[in-house]
Nanobody
Framework: QVQLVESGGGLVQAGGSLRLSCAAS??????MGWFRQAPGKEREFVAG????????FYADSVKGRFTISGDNAMNTVYLQMNSLKPEDTAVYYC????????????WGQGTQVTVSS
């Protein structure tokens, strides 16, 4: 049974930092990622990492501020978020995939990140 469990969300002032963690279990993944959904908006891609080679990918809105990392086995993935802005406020979801494409197959339950101005 695949499980993705996020932790690390919370309330922070603008300019502050948070680190999200995602503990994954149940199978081997080819890649993992973070998505977010703000109230009234669609879920959007934030960052991704490939197991093979460790390549990382970011949405333009978070480049230079967020960093995704993980252990070699992709058992745990992190999202270090620095210089947070109020517009980063959202529910953040961990996601995992087992194929070569962009489609993610498994999702965590989400963790709330709130950035106050």
């Amino acid at each position: 049974q695949v499980q993705l469990v996020e932790s690390g969300g919370g309330l922070v002032q603008a300019g502050g930092s948070l680190r999200l963690s995602c503990a994954a279990s149940g199978r081997t993944f080819s890649g993992m990622g973070w998505f977010r959904q703000a109230p009234g908006k669609e879920r959007e891609f934030v960052a991704g990492i490939r197991r093979s080679g460790g390549s990382t990918f970011y949405a333009d809105s978070v480049k230079g501020r967020f960093t995704i990392s993980g252990d070699n086995a992709m058992n745990t993935v992190y999202l270090q978020m620095n210089s947070l802005k109020p517009e980063d406020t959202a529910v953040y979801y961990c996601a995992a995939k087992y194929g070569p494409g962009f489609k993610y197959n498994y999702w965590g339950q989400g963790t709330q990140v709130t950035v106050s101005s």
